[in-house]
């Protein structure tokens, strides 16, 4: 076990934001969190774990430890009746297995190609795009308790998967809940990939590309490559200008609520859920406030996409956490002023 010590954190948070670590750890495996908790010093300290940094904003300086998953390896483990069972270390990166499964002909992950980050990160938030989330290919986890060392196997279930949300988003903060945060770090996903495949073709833009494509039944390849273009062309590369994907969750408003807004706001972009709610595209929201381009110091929203903050320094001058905070909370102050909605950070903020 290696600590480093005041590592930048630039090259490591897809908003390219300056921060330090005082101290990071790589972990590779069980025995690299286990040796950190061999050695007294180390094992006192508050811990932070740092997967693919796409989905962070740092607010400054890194003060808890910085355990970084390195966990590698990918494999298909076996086939039931109605899946096949694989599985990837988490340090993996996501599109990286996506592109590996449907190489091998094991379709399923298609609609979540190209979402940055790695694979220990997608059951945190319950990643999620096209008609497809995490949860619905989800088999189980291993993962490690960051106080013990003890490795532990959680279901779907267990992970409490909800819309961007999962255990591991959530502190115990009263008796009785269940709050992975701080707790847990994930070691390995394993994913079921269903034998008989269906395309999953709900949404819009796909379903528009299948149309222009003259078929309802593409392969699953020919539907990964579609999702990385429509993604290529709404969403900023965070290799080329830094972000954390989707700044906000999408909310959702009671029926009622909805056909007050559409009242005064006929063109609002809504979608009925199944449970009765309606769903909100919180980009269009912030489109209407009239966000797009918009700036503070060297954060800035996506000119594409509102949902989506930039950094618009680049590497040299980078956006601060604090003008991304700022202009987070300037955005959500307007929506509300607005429609009455509070948006909620999507990011971990830390
Ligand atoms: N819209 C506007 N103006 C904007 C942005 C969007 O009017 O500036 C409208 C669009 O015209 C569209 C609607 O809002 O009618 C929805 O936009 P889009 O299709 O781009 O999807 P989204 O709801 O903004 C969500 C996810 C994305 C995911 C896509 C595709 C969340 C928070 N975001 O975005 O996930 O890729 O759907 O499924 O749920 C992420 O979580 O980081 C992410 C990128």
Redesign the pocket.
Known sequence: MIVERNLPLQPLNSFGIAARAGELVRVRGEADLRAVLADPELAAQPKFVLGGGS?IVLTGDVRALVLKVEVAGRRVLEQTDRHTLVEAGAGENWHDVVTWTLDQDLPGLE?LAL?PGTVGASPV?N?????VELQDRFHELDAIDLQTGEVFTLDAAQCGFG??DSVFKHTAATPGDFGLAGRALILRVRLALPRAWQPELS???LARKAQEAGTAQPSARQIGDWVVE??RA??PDPAVIGN???????PTVTPEQCADIIGRDPKL?HYPMPDGSVKL????L???CGW?GKRVGNAGV?D?????LVNRGGPEQPATGGEVMTLAKAIQTSVYERFGIRLEP?PVVV
């Open positions: 989905n609609n979402i938030q990643i999620g795009a096209y008609g819309y961007r949404y819009l833009d429509i993604r709404k969403l954390a994907g989707s700044f906000f969750k999408n972009v595209a919180a980009g269009w912030i489109d209407a797009r996506y594409k996409q509102a949902l989506v999507e």
